[in-house]
């Protein structure tokens, strides 16, 4: 049996760090007192594996890894020189790109510039449009898992949307596209701030995938971002998506298979009508949006590519 690494990271995304953990070794996540953003630790109330271990700033130094994995810039530019030794430094270095480029989007270089850190990219699209210049970049795809014995159901005439804080995040995360669909069919607003708006407030993570069963199907408003990870957890409980057909959104959702994918609004607002008012055509649809989330974005195939980049890394 091969050795488990010890990975020392970040509280960045407690959804995707979720995920990555279920690779099968043991993850030290930094944390300082009062838990504030990006220092939660093992805290929260994602149900994290026994080997998931809370890592105080000041008690890092004395301890040995294998591997560390950045998610963020400020801690590749700071927070390694705050919190580890020289030695520690030198150990082998992943950086995960969580996001696409923001402020230009084929020519932006991305801020790692080193021919010694492994640049992750989440989707194959983010992947096409940073400027990694020398950094050595690999796509490891997202997988998730959501809880056994949760089924759509879709007796909520309803659309879905989870999307953080999406009153203050501009065009970028759609506000103006969702605010003008729920003038055109019901839809019901979950995430970080949706109370703000209207919507329903924050889901607990582990809750959401029986939570969103219940309804019709899922809406993505977003115009440019990264995959996000509760389109394929909604496409794992079997709704069909809505979404704009931009960034790694366009190879996911097949229009017309999938659910609707366009960047025409008005023929998205066609498809969520037709599948509020044929609740079969939303059961076949979502069924082959689970058959292909379950095929591409499976926990146990993402925790097979990260052990398998982990331990290159290592070695």
Not at 91 to 105: A, G, T
Not at 206 to 230: E, H, K, W
Not at 275 to 284: E, F, I, M, Q, S
Request: net charge negative.
């Amino acid at each position: 049996m091969q050795r488990r690494l010890k990975i020392l990271t970040w509280h960045t995304h407690g959804s995707y760090l979720y995920y990555l953990t279920q690779a099968p070794h043991d993850f030290y996540v930094l944390s300082k007192p009062g838990r504030p953003a990006g220092y939660g630790g093992r805290g929260g109330h994602i149900p994290w594996g026994d080997n998931v271990f809370d890592m105080p700033v000041d008690e890092a130094k004395h301890h040995e890894f294998d591997c560390i994995v950045f998610q963020d810039d400020h801690q590749y530019f700071q927070d390694q020189h705050d919190f580890l030794t020289p030695a520690q430094r030198r150990l082998p270095k992943i950086y995960i790109e969580h996001d696409c480029p923001r402020q230009n989007p084929t020519d932006e270089r991305h801020p790692v510039d080193d021919p010694g850190v492994l640049l992750v990219h989440v989707t194959p699209f983010n992947a096409l449009m940073w400027d990694s210049g020398r950094t050595p970049t690999r796509v490891v795809e997202h997988g998730v898992k959501i809880p056994p014995g949760i089924a759509y159901t879709g007796e909520l005439a309803r659309g879905l949307v989870v999307v953080n804080n999406i009153a203050s995040r501009g065009r970028r995360l759609g506000g103006d596209i969702f605010a003008d669909m729920r003038d055109r069919v019901p839809l019901d607003l979950v995430g970080m701030g949706a109370q703000e708006i209207g919507g329903l407030g924050e889901v607990q993570h582990a809750q959401l995938p029986a939570f969103s069963a219940r309804y019709r199907f899922f809406f993505n408003p977003i115009r440019y971002t990264s995959l996000g990870l509760a389109v394929i957890e909604a496409m794992m409980v079997g709704l069909p998506i809505v979404a704009l057909a931009t960034t790694e959104m366009s190879t996911v959702v097949q229009d017309g298979v999938r659910g609707y994918a366009s960047n025409d609004p008005a023929r998205l607002a066609e498809g969520m009508q037709a599948l509020l008012a044929d609740p079969g055509l939303a059961r076949t649809l979502g069924e082959a949006a689970r058959g292909y989330a379950n095929e591409r974005f499976g926990i146990a195939r993402f925790a097979r590519d990260w052990d398998a980049v982990f331990r290159e890394v290592a070695a």
